[in-house]
């Protein structure tokens, strides 16, 4: 624990207050607007399967990430950063990127014309939702890395030298009665678990163990791509034109994400983002993110299980 409250102390100490207080006012205004339009499912949703679809994301992650690289402007060294294009072409390929996870459908067609039984073609819908896009998403970052910089650095985040991965399981720990705390919330029981969704499909002649462990199996395998994209591409492979002050920006983007989420989990990711995104930036590897949140989603996963079994 040591190491993790220095390396806050040492970022605490680079950051400017007012800086700080405006991306604070920034987070706030974004989720007070998000809750009371309900942007993600009530309004870019609508167009699913649609192109606008596409850009309606890119436009709402646009308005999360360059904000907060342009509240740099205020010092030398952010204008400097700034006028870098090598900055601006990766975080285009970071909003066009993840607005394509975010649009891509049409495996879920491959799936209708395949496998003709109801139930079972929609848990693999369902389960496909959780691995396909972030697959596709993390290949093209892969590309991106090959191309541009592999002879710079490891695939990002992909290292374990600098990992403290123990320290992590002792942050898991204390996240249990947090967890347990916020399952009693309304907002909680009626997101989680996210096993639901293949639940009501599953018959009684099916395997139930079986379908769910392969639901379970897939949401968890998406936490690591996630990771890999907001941890080890949106802060390793800006670290040399932005250094720290990736982060902001990155967590930012990562609370965006969640708008479609409970409110309080959607405010706590940005901090989250925060945390997760010093510990690669210090450490060099995405491993103690990945850890940690396949650990809490599968404790959230957990708890609300044993709620609802008594429901």
């Known amino acids: 624990m040591k190491i993790i409250i220095g390396y806050l102390k040492d970022y605490w100490k680079e950051q400017n207050v007012f800086h700080l207080i405006f991306v604070a006012i920034f987070l706030a205004i974004a989720i007070d607007l998000n809750y009371l339009f309900d942007i993600e499912n009530g309004i870019i949703d609508k167009y699913y399967h649609s192109f ?8 709402l992650y646009a308005c999360s990430i360059i904000p907060m690289y342009l509240s740099y402007f205020y ?4 204008r400097k950063m700034l006028s870098k294009p090598g900055l601006w072409g990766r975080i285009l390929l ?6 394509l996870y975010c649009y891509i459908y049409q495996y879920k067609e491959w799936i209708d014309r395949h496998f003709f039984e109801y139930y079972t073609a929609n848990i693999i819908k369902i389960c496909a939702d959780q691995i ?5 998403l993390s290949f093209i970052i892969v590309v991106f890395w090959f191309w541009r910089d592999r002879k710079f650095q490891n695939l990002y985040g992909f290292s374990l030298k600098n990992a403290h991965i123990s320290i992590y399981f002792y942050l898991l720990l204390l996240m249990v009665p947090i967890v347990f705390a916020a399952s009693f919330s309304h907002d909680f029981q009626t997101y989680y678990p996210t096993a639901r969704r293949v639940l009501i499909y599953i018959t009684e002649t099916m395997p139930k163990a079986w379908w769910i462990t392969l639901y379970e199996f897939c949401y968890a395998s998406e936490f690591f791509h996630v990771e890999f994209f907001f941890r080890g591409f949106l802060i390793l492979a800006f670290v040399k034109y932005a250094g ?4 902001i920006p990155a967590a930012m983007f990562y609370c965006f994400i969640h708008f ?3 409110m309080g989990e959607c405010i706590s990711s940005f901090f989250g983002g925060i945390i997760l995104g010093l510990l690669c930036y210090r450490s060099n590897s995405i491993a103690a993110g990945v850890l940690i949140h396949i650990g809490i989603a599968m404790l959230m996963e957990l708890i609300a299980g044993i709620w609802l079994s008594f429901t």
């Open 132 to 136: 396909v896009q972030s697959s596709i």
């Open 244 to 247: 720290s002050r990736a982060i």
């Open 52 to 59: 606008k679809h596409f850009y309606l994301y890119f436009i």
């Open 260 to 262: 479609g989420k409970p």
């Open 75 to 78: 010092d030398e060294e952010g």
């Open 94 to 99: 970071a909003l066009g990127s993840f607005s």
